[in-house]
Nanobody, 124 residues
Framework: QVQLIESGGGLVQAGGSLRLSCSTS????????MGWFRQAPGKEREFVAA????????HYADSVKARFTISRDTAKKTVYLQMNSLKPEDTAVYYC?????????????????WGQGTQVTVSS
């Protein structure tokens, strides 16, 4: 059974940092792209960042470039999202997802497996 389990969310003040983790199990994701998406209250879920498991090539949404960093630890089978200089508008439920490596890195329909999400709240 494939599982993606997010952790690391919480409450932080604006300007602070959090690191999200996504632990994977149930299969190998060597040929996959791992992504982070988020959904704020009343808004649609949106792409945040993605990384190709084998090459470590990364992609970011414009809104998080230079503030967020996605990375992976192949030995721990875990993907991370380091979030710095957090803003209140970063408040959302953050989801980890796994999709085919040659698909669109920002299209939700190209991601096959999803975690349950972790809440990130940034206070002003």
């Amino acid at each position: 059974q494939v599982q993606l389990i997010e952790s690391g969310g919480g409450l932080v003040q604006a300007g602070g940092s959090l690191r999200l983790s996504c632990s994977t199990s149930g299969r190998t994701f060597d040929s996959y792209r791992m992504g982070w998406f988020r959904q704020a209250p009343g808004k649609e879920r949106e792409f945040v960042a993605a990384i190709v498991w084998t090459t470590a090539n990364t992609h970011y949404a414009d809104s998080v470039k230079a503030r967020f960093t996605i990375s992976r630890d192949t030995a721990k089978k875990t993907v991370y999202l380091q979030m710095n200089s957090l803003k209140p508008e970063d408040t959302a439920v953050y989801y980890c997802a796994a999709g085919i490596a040659y698909g669109s890195y920002s299209s939700q329909s190209d991601y096959i497996y999803w975690g349950q999400g972790t809440q990130v709240t940034v206070s002003s």
